[in-house]
């Protein structure tokens, strides 16, 4: 599979609305003019999607993250041309696939596409290897050709030992894994995951992630993951879209979400995230705090290092961490005071007071002293 060479899609999303119900384009003008869901289900129309744009670039991990019903997978359906979308395009490298011949429509799916879904059914009298190559049998490939390629793809999911087993010989996670095995079997550059993960305990969920990134880092594809974990989400999206009845109410990185959420809503999702093991070294740090920044034996740490593991490094650093760049350039520090503040949760800190008693006392913040007086006061 490593040897083939690979051209890596481009995926968008063009204003796109999936109404389910009677006068679906009536609805959909409702919806420009500002209706919102609620207003359309009391004449018994689903808004399922509403005005969804986005681009997803070649290699690039792309979350979908709402709450059950949001809207996800009726959005991902069409990516993939399994549903028609009510109005809006998407576009697959560049053609319309809403306006698709049938013909071409299948081929296109068929080859570039592979979907990975949340209960992976596999066929029970067929071998994991059988299994694995399934897409591959789809699409016409000689048995030969699709078994060496299936093979190659369980290795790489870590299943290179059970080719010839039985699907009901394999735990859930491994099963899952057959999926995976089987829709990047077939070479296509866009996967299109629903809830792949959201079924697996919580340790094997984990693991399925970490490789999943890993392989990603190897094969470079145009993914598109659904889940409703804010967790997952950010461990895996480049970029993340968040819903909430039907509309994308926030797009952007891990960061821009958690550093600046866009309303209530996304403010009050991220509200339990533990941020020190989403943001980076690159979301604290400052320009360098002198020119001699990172020339000591010190350790320093890479943009991508979680605050979580800097935290660490900071306590065995006498001065600000320096932030190296993969070509070993230092390209900032990190302060500790800067560090501590913004675990603390507070993000721009004011400087350092000079002596005790400069900065004013958070008003949540009371000594055992304070609260005696009160006590006191109140006897
Ligand atoms: N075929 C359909 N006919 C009518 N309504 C539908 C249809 N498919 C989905 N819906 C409605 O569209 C809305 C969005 O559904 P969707 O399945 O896309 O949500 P979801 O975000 O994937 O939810 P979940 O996390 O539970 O999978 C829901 O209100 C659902 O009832
Ligand atoms: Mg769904």
New binding site residues.
């Given amino acids: 599979m490593a040897t083939r060479e690979v051209y890596v899609s481009r995926l968008q999303a063009d204003g796109l609305y999936k109404v389910?119900g009677r006068a679906p384009d009536e609805a959909v003008r409702r919806l420009e003019a500002g209706a919102d869901r609620g207003e359309l289900r009391a004449d018994g129309t689903?808004a399922?999607v509403i005005d969804a744009s986005f681009t997803v670039e070649p290699g690039q991990i792309f979350v979908v993250m709402?709450l059950?019903?949001?809207?996800?997978?009726?959005l991902l359906r069409m990516l993939n041309g399994l549903l028609e979308p009510t109005a809006g395009r998407v576009l697959f490298d560049g053609r319309d696939l809403t306006s698709l011949p049938a013909r071409d429509l299948r081929r296109v799916r068929a080859t570039k596409i592979s979907m990975v879904f949340q209960h992976f059914a596999l066929f029970p009298h067929r071998s994991v290897l059988e299994n694995a190559a399934y897409g591959l049998e789809v699409q016409g490939v000689p048995r030969a050709e699709r078994e060496q390629r299936a093979a190659e793809a369980l290795e790489l999911c870590g299943l290179g030992g059970w080719a010839a087993s039985w699907p009901n010989e394999l735990s859930g996670g491994m099963q899952q894994r057959v999926g995976l095995a089987r829709a990047l079997a077939t070479d296509a550059d866009l996967l299109l995951m629903d809830?792949s993960f959201s079924a697996l305990d919580p340790l094997i969920r984990r693991d399925m992630q970490d490789q999943l990134l890993e392989l990603q880092k190897r094969l470079k594809k145009t993914i598109v993951f659904i889940t409703?974990d804010l967790n997952e989400a950010m461990r895996l999206g480049d970029r993340i879209a968040v819903m909430r009845d039907g509309r994308i109410v926030q797009l952007g990185s891990a960061e821009d979400i958690l550093l600046r959420p866009e309303g209530d809503y996304v403010a009050s999702f991220i509200q339990d995230v533990d941020r020190s093991r989403v943001l980076t070294a690159s979301a604290v740090m400052t320009a360098p705090d002198r020119p001699d920044a990172g020339q000591c034996d010190c350790p320093s740490v890479a943009p991508d290092t979680t605050v979580a593991e800097l935290c660490a490094v900071s306590a065995r650093v006498p001065h600000p961490v320096a932030v190296r760049d993969p070509e070993g350039n230092v390209v900032g520090t990190v302060p500790q005071q800067k560090l501590v503040a913004f675990v603390g949760g507070d993000d721009e800190p004011q400087g350092r007071p000079a002596a005790c008693g400069d900065a004013a006392r958070p008003a949540a913040v009371k000594t055992a002293s304070q609260n005696t007086e009160k006590e006191a006061a109140h006897a």
């Fill in positions: 389910f689903t399922a709402g059950s019903g949001s809207g996800k997978s009726t809830e409703h």
